[in-house]
């Protein structure tokens, strides 16, 4: 994968996968102290210790439609690489919390891509989910949890062309929201 926010993707479809019906997101920017943290947190059927160890072995996966399961793995290398990490905290029936990070500025990182798109297909494809999405650039956050919209539109489907319109423009004005004003804060400095 040649962008983080396919990874989270990838990561949150899992969470949806394992049961999670609640899923957070969290994309962390702190150009401050030169980190790029990003967190993927579910009330899924988690998984015990021995089975934590084995979901970063690129020759193991629970899915049935191919052998491996290079997604975590990669990312793991990618994160280790960049002078990050990869951390995984799971319980059997409580969930899972992967959390990875990365030294921001560092040249071999990989872009985050579009992140808003990425929420948007987690929110459409599994709408039944609890979405939880947090974008930070240093002090500049943008939040949303998609109860309140739920709410909002009780009896009409997300899936509706005008809901996914003003959904689609509410998460990417958001994150742009978050990027503009970094870039207003940094410039006046």
């Given at each position: 994968m040649r962008e983080l926010s396919l990874?989270?993707?990838d990561i949150a479809e899992n969470s949806?996968?394992?049961?999670?019906s609640r899923v957070?997101?969290?994309?962390i920017e702190d150009l401050l102290?030169?980190?790029?943290?990003?967190?993927i947190a579910d009330n899924g059927k988690?998984?015990?210790a021995e089975t934590v160890n084995r979901v970063l072995d690129p020759f193991v996966t629970s899915r049935t439609t191919r052998k491996v399961g290079l997604g975590l793995p990669l990312l793991k290398a990618a994160a280790e690489g960049c002078n990050g990490g990869l951390?995984?905290?799971?319980?059997?029936?409580l969930g899972t919390t992967i959390q990875v990070t990365f030294q921001h500025s560092h040249i071999d990182r990989m872009p985050l891509g579009d992140l808003a798109e990425t929420w948007l297909t987690l929110l459409l494809g599994s709408p039944e989910v609890n979405w939880v999405f947090h974008y930070q650039?240093?002090?500049?956050?943008f939040f949303i949890d998609d109860l309140e919209l739920k709410k909002e539109l009780v009896g009409v489907s997300l899936t509706e062309p005008g809901v996914m319109r003003v959904i689609r423009q509410l998460i990417r004005d958001g994150?742009?929201?978050v990027s503009e004003k970094t870039k207003e804060h940094t410039c006046l400095q």
């Open positions: 990874h989270i993707l949806v996968s394992a049961g999670g957070e997101v969290s994309v102290n030169d980190k790029l943290s990003i967190a988690g998984m015990d951390t995984i905290k799971s319980e059997p029936g650039v240093n002090d500049v956050i994150v742009n929201s």
